[in-house]
């Protein structure tokens, strides 16, 4: 039979889990089922959000090819995402002489070589002239400057191209009947299919798991991944705000927080880069898995990294650092130990495939990683790049350009006194 007639089935309608499906569909795939609790823009995908950056600044040469790649799809006038990019240009920013430091000229030196736009050093006091906004000390910073990042309208974004996949054919199933509990395996240890929440069961001649932080719920993935939230916040700003930081850029602390400039609706969105674990002594001992808030709908977020998160702020825009919150939540990733992306066939299992490691860097690829995906499962995918995203147990840990230490929700029994306005 050939490839192209295969079923394939996808556990995860996130960013991997629809590009993928996008990308077989527009190849000529017939045969291509989506399974995920919820319908599109699956509430539990990382990709779920208001707006997530899209730059092309790496150290890492694949990356900055990537992304220059998908963003030129992002900006397309004519395509799927037209009036979703915005670009606004962003600051990077650590402490002088902090590791964080590394990535950023690692990043400058990438650009240099490709030609591409190249991040430029600019003072505290340049940054308050430039955006009179953020008013803050930004006390030892040191800060760059590159226009050619931007954000993008996350949700919508997969919500369009999710649908963009349905038309060409794909289906999606939702609920419990969508909700995976346990791949299935024939007494070969071939992956045969799912089993769902209500019991059914479903079989293809391809399975792709990409299931994000979730992932290491359904495989044992020997230590590849580690499920992480990430703390966001949400602030309404006032008409008269919105005029005074509709202009400002993206920043991007590594050692201390993101901000994003204020969307249509006048919500500013901030994200912390302290992140957590999940690792459950009753439940899970040894393995972080993610805990979502349609699960736990009193959940707040962690008091130390709000803390953290606020102060920074007020380095920044002193004036928002402690304007309530108009919603919170926490988004779940997988990391792995080398930030490389895990897209690859299972080498134990025959017709088991995964698409995970997003590592809270994969949404700015969603125009194109599904074609890279395609490409894996049609053993096409270039060495050097499938070297890469191997499976790779024992994988070297290297440094994390936002280095801030992990906590577990476990050591923290007083975070969900911290409540979010649902």
Known sequence: MSMINSLVLIVGGGTFGTSTAYHLAKRGYKNVTVFDRFLPPSSIAAGNDVNKVVRADYPETLYAELATESIESWRNPDGMFAGLYHRCGWLLAAPDGGSSLDFIEG??????????????????????????????????????????????????????????????????????????????????????????????????????????????????????????????????????????????????????????????????????????????????PATSLPRYRCDNPTDGVPRPIEDHLRSWLRQLAPELADRAWFETRICWDADTPDFHFLISPHPEHA???????????????????????????????????????????????????????????????????????L
């Open 107 to 284: 990043s400058i030196q990438t650009a240099r070589e490709k030609g591409y736009e190249q991040a430029q050093g600019i003072s505290a006091e340049d940054v308050r002239t430039k955006w009179p906004a953020y008013c803050g000390e930004m006390s030892g910073w040191k800060t760059f400057w590159n226009s050619s990042a931007g954000w993008v309208n996350a949700r919508s974004a997969l919500k369009r191209m999710a649908d963009a996949a349905q038309t060409m054919g794909v289906k999606y199933v939702d609920g419990n009947a969508g909700f995976v509990k346990a791949l299935m395996y024939d007494d070969t240890g071939r992956c045969t299919g799912v089993r769902c929440a209500d019991g059914d069961e479903s079989f293809a001649d391809v399975v792709l798991v990409a299931a994000g932080a979730a992932t290491d719920g359904l495989i044992d993935m020997k230590g590849q991944l580690v499920a992480k939230g990430h703390t966001v916040g949400h602030i309404q700003l006032t008409p008269s705000d919105v005029q005074k930081y509709r202009s400002v850029p993206i920043v991007d602390h590594f050692e201390g927080g993101i901000m994003f400039p204020p969307q249509e609706d006048g919500i500013i969105k901030l994200g912390s880069v302290s992140f957590v674990t999940n690792v459950d002594p009753a439940s899970h």
């Open 351 to 421: 017709g088991l495939h995964l698409a995970a490691g997003g590592s809270a860097h994969g949404f700015k690829f969603m125009p194109a990683i599904g074609n890279y995906v395609v490409d894996m499962l049609e053993s096409k995918l270039d060495p050097v790049t499938a070297r890469k995203w191997s499976w790779r147990p024992g994988a070297e840990q290297v440094p994390n350009p936002h280095p801030m230490p992990l906590l577990d929700l476990n050591t923290l029994p007083e975070w969900q006194r911290s409540r979010a306005r």
